[in-house]
């Protein structure tokens, strides 16, 4: 069972490593290392949540009857 802990605390290790290159996490944040992976997979979730709810696009719908001018022809 300890390749199993250590294959696990490699990919935190590699996970967090990848946060903190994009940007999402402080590189001075060093109590990630003792989080569990799970814990921060689930805030990394919550993050992208609330970046897309930030970012996101708002559509609106044309209307070509609300200052449009038409050509008059006299």
Do not use: W
Not at 2 to 20: G, N, P, S, T
Not at 50 to 59: G, P, S, T, V
């Amino acid at each position: 069972m300890a390749f199993l802990r250590e294959a696990v605390e490699k990919q935190k290790v590699y996970l967090i490593q990848q946060l903190m290159e994009s940007g999402v996490v402080d590189k001075n944040d060093l109590e990630l290392y003792d989080k569990p992976i799970s814990e921060i997979v689930h805030d990394y979730e919550q993050f992208c949540l609330e970046f897309e709810k930030q970012n996101a696009l708002k559509f609106t719908r044309y209307n070509p009857h609300l200052k449009e001018e038409k050509p008059d022809f006299h």
